[in-house]
């Protein structure tokens, strides 16, 4: 099917501060300020009344708008930004906001949940994310505290909005005639990552554990076994687009590069930790270079920190419950 882009604009909002340091010049960000250049914000009707918004520095989200309402994916990194997504759907229906999906307790997609609330939707996730928003919400803020700054966004403004209904395995909604599943495969990057599947469209977005040419922040997975396994199983899935929570549209091949980059990262931690290297040792030593050209490599340092501390001490470092 040819992709239909609906709107191309850059953010005029907030933008005063875009450098363009190449990525190997750029120190990791204080605080989650964003040091990448600016790229406008694209979204792309994916199949009829479903439309995926790629946002290469913050975030991504979607939404299928139906006859009776509309299903919102996420709801971005602040209100403000929440406030121009839905702006963005009143440029196509004026339908209301039916349903909010929270893939994951990640503050870059659900701090704009109160805009929604608003408006009326009725907010679903998994248990687990439900429980991480209630218990890693002081390290979300913290974590989002130097974007704030950089774009003078008010932290203040964010109001935790709790999902209405909680989910286990499996849900399947239907809105308008249109079916929509979301799926539960255990954790991926993190506890409660959840998958939403539209059967019929071939189309799934993936959150947390799928963003294309994208490394992935290793501190809240249980389990990198089961998030390499998910991710080689939505590969395998009736899907021809893989919406990632970050990142431009996928494919298969885009999949199944992140399941081989996981198990090559698991792999050479668990060789540099069973040598009895120390975590500087590996910083300075293992580099794992096959990878450096993904984006956010300028990051590893942290990975590697954060994954030394899992394979150590047998908790993920941002350990949920
Ligand atoms: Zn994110």
């Keep these: 099917m040819k992709l239909h ?3 191309l604009w850059t953010v005029a909002l907030g933008c005063a501060v875009s450098l363009s340091l190449p990525l190997a010049l750029a120190q990791a960000p204080a605080d989650g300020a964003i040091l990448e250049k600016d790229i406008p914000i694209k979204v792309t009707e994916v199949a009829p009344g479903l439309f995926f918004q790629y946002h290469h520095q913050e ?3 979607a939404f299928l708008v139906t006859d009776e309402g509309v299903l919102v994916i996420d709801t971005r990194q602040h209100p403000r930004r929440a406030e121009e997504l839905l702006a963005t759907i009143r440029k196509v229906t004026d339908k209301p906001i039916k349903w909010v999906v929270n893939t994951h307790a990640h503050g870059d997609h659900y701090f704009g949940n ?3 609330k608003r408006e009326g939707a009725t907010f679903i996730a998994h248990r687990d994310t439900a429980g991480m928003m209630k218990s890693h919400l002081a390290i979300e803020m913290k974590r989002r505290m130097g974007y704030f700054k950089q774009r003078q966004y008010d932290p203040g403004e964010v109001k935790l ?3 209405d209904v909680t989910f286990d395995s499996k849900l399947t909604l239907t809105l308008g005639g249109r079916t929509v599943e979301l799926l539960y495969l255990g954790p991926g990057q993190n506890p409660g990552d959840t998958l939403v599947y539209f059967p019929k469209e071939r ?3 993936t959150g947390g ?6 490394w992935a922040n290793p501190s809240f997975t249980p389990s990198m076994s089961n998030w390499v396994e998910m991710l080689r199983k939505i590969a395998a899935m009736d ?3 893989y919406l990632g929570g970050h990142g431009d549209i996928g494919n298969k091949q885009d999949v199944l590069h992140e399941a081989q980059m996981l198990a090559d990262f698991d792999a050479g931690m668990r060789e540099a930790v069973a040598k009895g290297m120390s975590k500087d040792d590996i910083i300075k030593n293992v580099k794992f270079e096959k990878y450096k050209d993904v984006r956010n490599y300028y990051r590893m340092n942290l990975f590697i ?5 899992f394979l150590t001490t047998g908790r993920p470092e941002n350990a949920y419950p």
Aim: without cysteine; positive net charge.
């Design 114 to 116: 109160a805009v929604f």
């Design 305 to 309: 920190s954060s994954y030394y501390h």
């Design 59 to 61: 975030s991504n989200n």
């Design 5 to 7: 882009v609906v709107a």
């Design 209 to 214: 554990p799928f963003s294309k040419n994208s």
């Design 203 to 205: 189309v799934i977005f």
């Design 239 to 241: 899907v021809d687009k």
């Design 161 to 163: 909005v709790l999902p």
